[in-house]
């Protein structure tokens, strides 16, 4: 794997662990991809990672659908699911596909490498 790529992937990957927003699921699977880097476990460790990340990152439509559903005002309460509901459209407005979120935003810059991580 290229050196920069790595790195920036490495450097993604705590960005993405340090997030509050993160899941458990994502946290396991960044630290195992992170021990696996060097092994004969990275490649298949790369994709396992790439799996959740697909499945954790949030698409701006299903934020604004849980924001302002009866869930998501009980999860954030009623106000902060309005200021939520009220972001995520002002960003899809330009141009945003998913949340932005510090673990989505990672996430996101993470895959945007798929292709160079998965080769």
């Given amino acids: 794997m290229d050196k920069e790529i790595l790195n920036?992937?490495?450097?993604k990957t705590h960005e993405l662990m340090?997030?509050?927003?993160?899941?458990?699921?994502?946290?396991?699977?960044?630290?195992?991809?992170?021990?696996?880097i060097g092994?004969?476990?990275e490649a298949t460790e790369t994709k396992k990672?790439?799996?959740?990340l697909e499945a954790d990152i949030m698409p701006i439509d299903g934020l604004i659908g849980f924001a302002e559903s009866d869930?998501?005002?009980?999860?954030?309460?009623a106000e902060t699911?309005?200021?939520?509901?009220?972001?995520?459209?002002?960003?899809?407005?330009?141009?945003?596909n998913y949340c932005d979120c510090p673990a989505c935003a990672?996430?996101?810059?993470i895959l945007e490498k798929k292709d160079v991580l998965l080769k």
Avoid: M, R
């Fill in 8 to 11: 920036y992937t490495v450097e």
């Fill in 18 to 36: 340090n997030a509050p927003s993160c899941s458990k699921e994502a946290k396991t699977a960044a630290q195992t991809w992170l021990d696996a």
């Fill in 39 to 41: 092994t004969e476990k």
């Fill in 49 to 52: 990672y790439i799996d959740e």
């Fill in 71 to 77: 869930t998501g005002i009980q999860v954030f309460g």
């Fill in 81 to 96: 699911a309005k200021h939520i509901a009220s972001h995520a459209k002002d960003i899809k407005s330009a141009g945003a």
């Fill in 106 to 109: 990672a996430a996101a810059a």
